[in-house]
């Protein structure tokens, strides 16, 4: 009798903590795949920047900014552990961590309405304040190893 009730209870225990941590690495995997879209993105506009190919600037900037207003949904409270640079800060300081996304979806809107317009001064200004907001943001909010 005994035995069933451990033997229940260790069932009951491992199903809740499991699709935690299940839930936690997709998390992990879902943003740093987003991450990876923007870095596509920013190296797609610095060859588009050059050839003066505005209308791919433009797609690309918006893509940018799609994935900023994301940015605080894709950490998800909890989102800590696993292979992550993630830093506590991000949780701790959450309305800093909110408004730096607001940054880039700013810096990235203005980079595609600049691209619209084709005006080349400030393609290369607006394209330079997106890369500012990244390093911005990696600076204070990423660690510069993951944590496991
Ligand atoms: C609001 C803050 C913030 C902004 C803005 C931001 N990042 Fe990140 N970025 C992070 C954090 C935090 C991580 C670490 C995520 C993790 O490892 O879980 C990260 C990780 C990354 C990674 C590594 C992904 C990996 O697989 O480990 C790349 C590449 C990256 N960012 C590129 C960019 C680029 C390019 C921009 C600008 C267009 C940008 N990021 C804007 C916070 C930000």
Request: hydrophobic share 40%; with cysteine.
């Amino acid at each position: 009798m005994e035995r069933t009730i451990i033997a229940g209870l260790f069932i009951v225990l491992t199903a809740s903590v499991s699709p935690q941590v299940f839930a936690q690495e997709d998390a992990i995997e879902k943003r740093q795949k987003a991450m990876k879209g923007n870095s596509a993105d920013v190296k797609a506009i610095k060859g588009a920047v050059e050839s003066k190919d505005y209308a791919t600037v433009e797609t690309k900037a918006k893509d940018i900014m799609g994935t900023a207003d994301k940015i605080p949904s894709l950490f998800p409270k909890g989102s800590d552990k696993g292979k992550t640079k993630a830093t506590a800060a991000i949780w701790e300081k959450s309305d800093e961590f909110a408004k730096q996304a607001k940054n880039l979806s700013k810096a990235s809107g203005e980079l595609a309405a600049a691209a619209k317009s084709k005006d080349d001064a400030a393609v290369a200004a607006k394209f330079k304040a997106v890369g500012e907001v990244c390093s911005s943001c990696h600076k204070e909010f990423r660690a510069d190893k993951y944590s496991e």
